[in-house]
């Protein structure tokens, strides 16, 4: 991973909160961030696609849902700036944990999952 294109794949709010948001809870679909981010789904979908194009994040399908996670074959310096931002800032992503938690209807992931 060349670090030029890690961070700008991260220099967008919407990619940052959403990898660091799928990073804390191991594995999250649209529905979940679209939620916790308070945004559109075409907007969020987009925005995976490009973090899955950099090659950040891989997704899987199960029925409907398409769930997103880090994608195990990232470098350990990419994975280790990912948790020292989320260590280092836990304010930033309160209110969309806080909103994720409060979500009614969360997907079942099957027992299967990561």
């Given at each position: 991973m060349n670090p030029v294109l890690f961070y700008k794949?991260?220099?967008d709010e919407t990619r940052l909160r959403s990898i660091m948001l799928i990073q804390h809870e191991g594995e999250l679909c649209?529905?979940?961030l679209t939620a916790s981010l308070a945004?559109?789904?075409p907007k969020i979908s987009r925005h995976l696609a490009q973090l899955r194009q950099c090659g950040l994040l891989i997704?899987?399908?199960e029925g409907k849902w398409v769930f997103y996670r880090i994608n195990p074959d990232l470098?350990?310096?990419c994975v280790?700036?990912?948790r020292d931002t989320a260590k280092g800032n836990p304010a930033f992503l309160a209110a969309n944990l806080e909103a994720l938690n409060e979500m009614g209807d969360r997907?079942?992931?099957a027992s299967t999952c990561c």
């Open positions: 794949c991260l220099a649209v529905c979940e945004e559109s789904q997704d899987r399908r470098p350990e310096w280790q700036a990912l997907p079942t992931r």
